[in-house]
């Protein structure tokens, strides 16, 4: 005679029994009286159906439970099954559809008659945008069929013909990846057998092209269509694995999930052909203010790779905190880190360098000097005005700090740094920063002042440019000794890059300039008239730090007020961190630095509205990617396009 409770049954039929008994007691009333009329049955998927919609007086009660420790394993197996599709097609099933109407798509209920040829609104999205959907949208030609494939995800290959080459890591890196972003467009998707298989061909002209240049060529050509065997085949055809990246990005933007047939679903035809307006496309991330988090920097790569950008100018130390670890002066680190933990050691560097290079990014390093110099230099003796009171007369934030031109030994320290850069950022541009140099700081000391006197220098503006120079151009100097190549230097626009001293200090053949004052500024004009590179980061327009609470003073913080997305122009987008860290980050930069990117990418001439759709649309492809970019509007807009702005299109 068979035993009450779960002795003497196999372990698979213990679990099958007691997910079934979670199940039934998790759904159903279980502490009121079971009437003597009730059906006393083997507990089947009827009996489980009838108990769902069955009154209170018809319902379990505990010592009922027994019947379902004595059923047999299968029953049980097979009601679990059941009920949980049960449960699933009632709370998941799809109640809507989307037509597109005037190049816009409209909510509509779905009937019994239109379901089978109903649109998902990722579906209308597709075929309703003559962009369908894309960020950035391509520059070039494009041509989106009118028919989708339902996608096996379970068979899904990235093929290259260089796996001897120099990037044959990097393309399966890519490829992982690309899985990865597919997998990402719904986590709780049916991924059963099914569908049809991708195979996506990488044909890449100069595969041993492995690191970023201002000139390169990041163009692709991407085509899909059915073969004869019935698979999707996709081909990207690039100079280099940096356009054939941007080739599988846009790829992954074309893969869907349809929520009513309950599919991962391909384009079936496919044509585009795509190349960036601009060769410079960045985002600056400070991560001496705050420190930052190695997974937080990767995020903000992620997020980069996804808008297409190509360049993180990491702003690693400044005078508040100096966390990179230098191989040749490691006490710079140890004195001038927040902590021991809150630091960069060589292979967290290697890891976001290799990180950025397989999403198409270069991480270039910035170490801003002659001013920007504090913590972690308290020991050198190169470093003046350190922690100086009143701050404001010797600086524009605190702590204050700035170097000591006249220090000859002072050189030969900052090579190592130099060097230590070079080895581990291989950088086909390097940031020496240069801005807001203090003449008052140096002024303050006695020793510098006295050095001039003895050169003759007076202690003027323009006495103060020539130490500026000095240093300047001896720190240039050191580093394309070390670099051994003419490598092109940017430095922030300041007093050096006045029209009056740009030309007789910085040659436009070595020096970009990056703007950092207001897209007004005539000296803007003036750059460009002498023929200097710019990369533009006025911030009037790019500063996302703008627009929160001050935080030296009361009210609003001295850029505010907060840029929306709709005045994102280009070309590089800074997020320094005095009030943004870990925590807040990815919102301060997403999605609003994704329309910089498109900016960059197509250069569109079109009013905001025209990209709304599609931003809001990014937006959430940013947060199925990992990142916690900011809600832009109610959800309730993008499911009703053209309804939430004042003005219809």
Not at 28 to 35: A, D, L, Q, V
Not at 199 to 225: G, M, S
Not at 333 to 346: C, E, L, N, Q, R
Not at 453 to 482: C, H, P, V
Request: charged content about 25%.
């Amino acid at each position: 005679m068979r035993q009450r409770g779960l002795r003497n049954v196999n372990p698979t039929t213990t679990m099958f029994k007691f997910h079934f008994r979670t199940l039934l007691v998790n759904n159903i009333g279980t502490r009121h009286s079971i009437n003597a009329n009730c059906e006393d049955t083997n507990l089947t998927l009827t009996l489980v159906l009838q108990l769902l919609t069955s009154p209170p007086e018809c319902r379990l009660v505990p010592q009922h439970i027994k019947y379902f420790y004595e059923m047999d394993w299968y029953r049980i197996l097979t009601g679990t099954i059941l009920l949980a599709i049960w449960v699933s097609g009632g709370y998941g099933q799809s109640y809507w559809r989307w037509e597109c109407i005037n190049g816009h798509c409209n909510k509509l209920r779905m009937t019994d008659s239109n379901r089978s040829v109903a649109l998902s609104l990722p579906a209308c999205r597709l075929f309703c945008s003559k962009y369908a959907a894309l960020w950035p949208r391509p520059n070039g030609e494009i041509m989106i069929g009118s028919y989708l494939a339902k996608l096996n995800v379970n068979s899904i290959d990235v093929l290259s013909y260089h796996s001897d080459s120099r990037i044959a890591d990097r393309i399966r890196n890519a490829a992982g990846r690309f899985k990865d972003l597919i997998d990402k467009i719904e986590p709780k998707g049916n991924r059963m057998s099914g569908g049809k298989s991708l195979v996506v061909n990488l044909q890449i002209a100069q595969p041993n092209v492995t690191k970023l240049a201002l000139d390169i060529d990041e163009a692709y050509i991407l085509k899909v269509e059915e073969t004869i065997d019935g698979r999707m085949n996709a081909t990207i055809t690039a100079e280099n694995y940096f356009g054939a990246r941007h080739g599988l990005e846009t790829l992954a933007q074309l893969v869907i999930y349809d929520d009513i047939r309950d599919e991962f679903q391909i384009v079936r035809d496919i044509y585009i052909k795509d190349k960036p307006q601009y060769t410079y496309r960045g985002i600056l991330l400070d991560t001496s203010r705050n420190y930052v988090s190695v997974d937080t920097i990767k995020r903000t790569l992620e997020g980069m790779a996804v808008s297409k950008l190509n360049t993180l100018h990491w702003h690693i130390t400044d005078t508040h905190s100096f966390p990179y670890v230098s191989k040749s002066r490691p006490e710079l680190s140890k004195i001038g880190a927040y902590s021991s933990k809150k630091v960069y050691i060589p292979q967290d560097v290697a890891d976001i360098v290799e990180y950025g290079l397989v999403r198409g990014i270069r991480v270039m390093p910035e170490f801003d000097a002659p001013a920007h110099v504090g913590e972690g230099w308290q020991d050198t003796g190169f470093v003046v005005c350190l922690h100086k009171e009143p701050w404001s007369m010797y600086c524009v934030e605190p702590p204050c700090g700035q170097l000591d031109p006249t220090q000859e030994k002072l050189y030969d320290f900052l090579e190592g740094i130099y060097q230590d850069m070079i080895d581990q950022f291989d950088p086909d541009i390097f940031h020496m920063g240069g801005d807001e140099v203090a003449f008052s700081c140096w002024n303050s000391t006695p020793s510098i002042v006295d050095w001039m006197r003895i050169k003759n220098w007076t202690t003027s503006e323009e006495g103060f440019i020539k130490l500026w120079d000095l240093f300047q151009s001896e720190a240039y100097t050191r580093y394309m000794k070390l670099a051994g190549k003419e490598v092109p230097v940017i430095l922030w626009t300041s007093g050096l890059t006045k029209q009056e001293n740009v030309n007789r200090y910085l040659p436009n053949d070595k020096y970009i300039i990056q703007v950092w004052t207001s897209g007004h500024d005539p000296e803007v004009e003036h750059l460009l008239n002498k023929g200097y590179r710019l990369i533009l980061s006025n911030y009037d327009a790019l500063y996302l730090d703008c627009g929160f609470a001050g935080w030296v003073s009361d009210g609003n913080n001295w850029c505010s007020p907060y840029i929306g997305w709709q005045k994102i122009l280009g070309a590089e987008a800074a997020l320094w961190t005095e009030q943004a860290d870990d925590s807040s980050i990815d919102g301060r930069l997403w999605p609003r630095a994704a329309a910089m990117a498109e900016r960059l990418w197509t250069e569109p001439n079109e009013d905001w509205r025209y990209a709304e759709q599609r931003m809001l649309v990014h937006r959430e492809r940013l947060v199925k990617r990992g990142i916690a970019a900011d809600a832009l509007e109610p959800e309730w807009c993008m499911q009703h396009e053209n309804h939430c702005a004042t003005e219809l299109l």
